[in-house]
T-cell receptor, first 109, second 114 residues
Framework: EDQVTQSPEALRLQEGESSSLNCSYT??????LFWYRQDPGKGPEFLFT???AGEEKEKERLKATLTKKESFLHITAPKPEDSATYLC??????????FGEGTQLTVNP | NAGVTQTPKFQVLKTGQSMTLQCAQD?????MYWYRQDPGMGLRLIYY???????DKGEVPNGYNVSRLNKREFSLRLESAAPSQTSVYFC?????????????FGEGSRLTVL
């Protein structure tokens, strides 16, 4: 069964304190790994797509990386406006997305 | 730019009542989706439509029906609501064919079934 697991469930950081979120997957025939950001009361917003091990994508303070078993979302010098829930999802060869439960990030000023 | 618009944003139903959630996108996307989001469960696909005139079941289709009215609109109907259908429902669209990963989501419809 395809499974995507995110850790930690929740993370509190001080402004400027860098850290990483983890997304591990057991997905048969992974075609892509996707990261989304979700603000309270809103729908998820697409951030990144990663297709192969070793690939990296960056956007402002966020960098996503992919290995054969997991993906990391690195947050460098976060600001309070980075507070959100971050979701990852794996796309299988059957063109289905399996979402993780998300990591709720809080960045305190 | 509206993107993906869902109505209503909030709804309270009694068990056994029916209702339809509406979704429209203005990005000329081919594919549209309905997800539900529950605490501890993540987003789960209910139904999707790869193109106008086609619909397919997702992971949790029981108790729901869908209609792809045209390229812009994709509705989700609950014929006889049950408390287990209390959830936040998200409509999404994408430019590619069925179920690619870069999705554009609406803001959600929060449904409570008493």
């Amino acid at each position: 069964e395809d499974q995507v697991t995110q850790s930690p469930e929740a993370l509190r950081l001080q402004e400027g304190e860098s850290s990483s979120l983890n997304c591990s997957y057991t997905v048969s025939g992974l075609r892509g790994l996707f990261w989304y950001r979700q603000d309270p009361g809103k729908g998820p917003e697409f951030l990144f797509t990663l297709y192969s091990a070793g690939e990296e994508k960056e956007k402002e303070r966020l960098k996503a990386t992919l290995t054969k078993k997991e993906s990391f979302l690195h947050i460098t010098a976060p600001k309070p406006e980075d507070s959100a829930t971050y979701l990852c999802a794996g796309e299988t060869s059957g063109s289905r997305l399996t979402f993780g439960e998300g990591t709720q990030l809080t960045v305190n000023p | 730019n509206a993107g993906v618009t869902q109505t209503p944003k909030f709804q309270v139903l009694k068990t056994g009542q029916s209702m339809t959630l509406q979704c429209a996108q203005d990005m000329n996307h081919n594919s549209m989706y309905w997800y539900r989001q529950d605490p501890g469960m993540g987003l789960r696909l209910i139904y999707y439509s790869a193109s106008e005139g086609t619909t397919d079941k997702g992971e949790v289709p029981n108790g729901y029906n869908v209609s792809r009215l045209n390229k812009r609109e994709f509705s989700l109907r609950l014929e006889s609501a049950a408390p287990s259908q209390t959830s936040v429902y998200f409509c999404a669209s994408s430019s590619g064919t069925a179920n690619t990963g870069e999705l554009f989501f609406g803001e959600g419809s929060r449904l409570t079934v008493l």
